[in-house]
């Protein structure tokens, strides 16, 4: 007899055990969703929440081979007797790389592409994508090269083209990563619309502190592939481990009050003098002929840890590849230790810099991860005794160690994104440059390989582009604002994170670790951890 169910989806029992794995990932998973509910799913990297939603979507067991047990009910259909095409239009789906998602090589292209493969009429292909970029505020984007969009731009494209499906279940995979602060306030406020209007939406997002603002009307907390907590949003604030989850400063300063403090002191020492790298004047423009960058002059010194900031599109990549070669500037010039950029490879740039991208999909290749590893070390002429210490090291840094013998392209996001940095800091180089390091990273490990890396003798200097402001809060000695293709700010993240002014100009969204160090920095005199906050607050009381 078929069973019916008033819930869009239901996931009865559902294990899964990847075939190259020896445990599973998901095990005996249950829960329903209700029309026009908002699940926020939470969890640290690599509990099972994304390969929850390739269980949804029917990616699993179509493309991710393994032992499946227990159902996935699509409006009261068992979905492992429906085509993959007819879950396309039930279910939406956005990764959490775009890359991956993206196949048009124009804008308009991308987001008709699922409705072009629904065989619907020309004319009301051309109205919902024009509906859809409308609705999204990214109009101006339609006849873009999807190439030459930012990370952030491309994550709208990407959604813009699930949601001109008009599916009733909408899954989104940590859909914040690559968005500037006020671009993920404004994709939550579409996403709570969505759920109002009908939608049925299981929101996998590690910035929990975010979710929080549209009170999600449940929560998924996972732990070793198992649900821990299945709940209200108030419940869950009680279970949710912070060193896991990112909470709000308050919360955290509350309970790391009563848990010791790991010592921590930096090994990059800024002398505030020896220039590594110069930006002179640097101006650039895409063959397209829109101009990125405008007139840019910044020093990266010994002994800096730079945080930039800035929103989706204002040229943050761009002026960072233009460190390591990989662009070359219309005007003015880029020395690196004293040599334009124009007169040397990007392979010897890579002896100084060493550059983690964006998306791990532009880095990762090897058959397995030592090998990834050992990659760069090998070309740069290491010997095998330096590189094999150097890959150990680097594993642990990054907490992949265990995964030595994993293709890295199986591995989670936040797994390849670890990778990906491990790559980099097995080889050694003088300045570690980083695009967006912590996206898709739960709090724990954001943490502990951020403190690893800079307890890592070696590095001159580090850069990295982040949206994260607390990451700048927490890490930085400076801050660079950048707008428009401009420098707007650049200081001590204790001089320039006090100007909301500038932080709204630069789509900044003051979080509740910048409050709460604003509040405290008479006594503090610089910006802390919420963690260190605690303590720091405690040791004054006594």
Known sequence: MAQFTQFPLSVQNLTFQYRTREQPAIED???DLHAGELLLVAGSSGCGKTTLIRCINGLIPR????????????????????????????VGTVL??????????????????????????????RQRVDETLDFLGIAHLRNRETFSLSGGEKQKVS???????????????????????ASAQEALALFRRLADAGVSILLVEHRVED??????????????????????LDGAMQVMDYRQVKLPAPVVIERAAKVPLPAFEPAIKANGRDPLVIFEDVTFAYES????I????????????VAILGPNGAGKTTLVKHAIGLLKPSHGRVLVEGTDTRKISVAQIAHTLGYVFQSPSHMLYAPTVREELAFGPKNLGFSAEAIEAGVDAALDAVNVRGLESYPPLSLSFGQQKRVSIAAILAMHSKILVMDEPTAGQDYWNYIAFMDSILQTPGFSAILFITHDLDLAICYANRVVL???????????????????????RCRLVPTSLLRANLEHLSVTGRFLSAEALAHALVDRKR
Do not use: W
């Not at 081979?65 to 009261?76: A, I």
């Not at 890359?99 to 008709?112: D, W």
């Not at 405008?294 to 840890?305: A, F, I, Y």
């Open 211 to 232: 979710a929080l603002g549209i009170r999600p009307d449940r929560v998924l907390f996972m732990r070793d592939g198992k649900i821990a907590y299945d709940g209200s």
């Open 289 to 292: 002929g829109a101009e990125v």
């Open 63 to 90: 493309s991710y081979k393994g032992t499946l047990s227990g159902r996935v009910l699509l409006n009261g259909e068992d979905a492992s007797g429906l085509s993959l095409s007819r879950v396309s239009q039930i």
């Open 29 to 31: 998973v249950s829960f």
């Open 294 to 305: 405008h007139g840019v002059n910044m020093t990266l010194r010994q002994g800096d840890v």
């Open 159 to 181: 959604l813009a083209g699930v949601l001109a499906m008009r599916p009733n279940i909408l899954l989104l995979d940590e859909p914040l990563a690559s968005l500037d602060p």
């Open 96 to 125: 959490q790389d775009p890359e991956r998602q993206i196949l048009g090589a124009h804008v308009f292209t991308e987001v008709a592409f699922g409705l072009e493969n629904l065989g619907l009429p020309r004319d009301e292909i």
């Open 482 to 504: 950048m707008h428009d293709g401009q420098i707007a700010g650049d200081g001590a993240p204790a001089e320039v994170l006090t100007d909301f002014d500038l932080l709204e």
